[in-house]
């Protein structure tokens, strides 16, 4: 078992440098784009909910007994 600086440890194998080179590299794209990700969800709280098109969504329907009578209702 070894261990790079990088604090990635292989368990099994034996990796060449381009390997773990590869690895590191797709790992730190996952890690950056849940960064962007949590930076773009931060951005659309911090504007209030206007920029959140989720709001222009009715709402689900609710069949059930007089559901036709409600449907009448704002």
């Given amino acids: 078992m070894t261990a ?7 368990v099994a194998g034996h990796p060449t440098t381009e390997e773990v080179a590869a690895l590191t590299a797709a790992v730190t794209a996952v890690l950056a784009a849940r960064a962007a990700g949590n930076r773009a969800a931060a951005a659309r709280r911090q504007a209030g ?3 959140d098109r989720s709001r222009l969504l009715r709402a689900p329907l609710a069949p059930g007994p007089g559901a036709w009578r ?5």
């Fill in 4 to 10: 790079d600086p990088g604090g990635l440890t292989v």
């Fill in 49 to 51: 909910g206007w920029a």
């Fill in 70 to 74: 409600r449907s009448a209702r704002p």
